[in-house]
């Protein structure tokens, strides 16, 4: 059984993991305030799921997602996530985050930021761009008529493969972005963020997004 370790636990973590039980996967959750502050989660996800620290999250998964605000993805451990894929759910808000230089600049992405972070490790970007409601609200088998799809983003073709085998699982298509650099394509205020859009929508929103420079 395919584990999945959550270093975090909000909005986002929260419905991975509803989705991740839901399919028969295992699931292994953090936060940073500890594992006791995740037992009403774990009791409602039932015996696949369990708390435990960061590092520990990290050591037991197969696949990691990374769903902390970016300001602290400096925390995630490294040496536990050598080798593994690293789901990266996340998007830059300066009023959260503060101002990250190489954000403003545009001259890197959140994805990137945290390859860099994770040199051993295969980051992929993926569910950042929708709402965490719709995890579990737009749902659907494959072959559904009007099935929302979602974008990823990765420098390594077997980690794309892997996670888009997850999505499929969790009840969505995909489309390649193409590698983390692209990633910025379904950043917060582009035409793929926050909306649902089936595959041949969601491919045309990626090649009309605008760097914020150019907005």
Do not use: C
Request: charged share 30%; no cysteine.
């Amino acid at each position: 059984m395919t584990t999945l370790g959550l270093i975090g636990s909000g909005h986002i973590g929260s419905q991975l993991a509803r989705l991740a039980v839901r399919n028969g996967y295992e699931v292994v959750l953090s936060n940073s305030r500890g594992p006791e502050t995740l037992k009403d989660l774990v009791d409602e996800l039932g015996p696949t799921a369990r708390a435990a620290t960061a590092r520990e999250a990290a050591a037991a998964a197969d696949i990691a997602v990374v769903a902390i605000p970016l300001k602290n993805i400096g925390r995630v451990p490294a040496e536990e996530l050598a080798g593994k894929i690293v789901i990266d759910t996340n998007n830059y808000y300066p009023r959260r985050d503060g101002e990250i230089p190489e954000l403003e600049s545009e001259e890197t992405t959140t994805a990137e930021l945290l390859q860099a972070h994770l040199p051993a490790s295969r980051v992929v970007k993926a569910f950042n761009h929708l709402y965490a409601r719709d995890l579990t609200g737009d749902s659907l088998p494959a072959g559904s008529p009007d099935r929302r799809a979602l974008a990823i983003a990765g420098d390594d073709a077997d980690a794309k493969s892997e996670v888009a085998r997850l999505i499929d699982a969790f009840g969505f298509d995909t489309v390649d972005a193409g590698p983390l650099a692209e990633g910025w394509r379904f950043q917060r205020d582009e035409p793929a963020y926050i909306h649902r859009l089936d595959r041949e929508s969601l491919t045309r929103a990626l090649g009309e997004a605008k760097r914020y420079r150019d907005m």
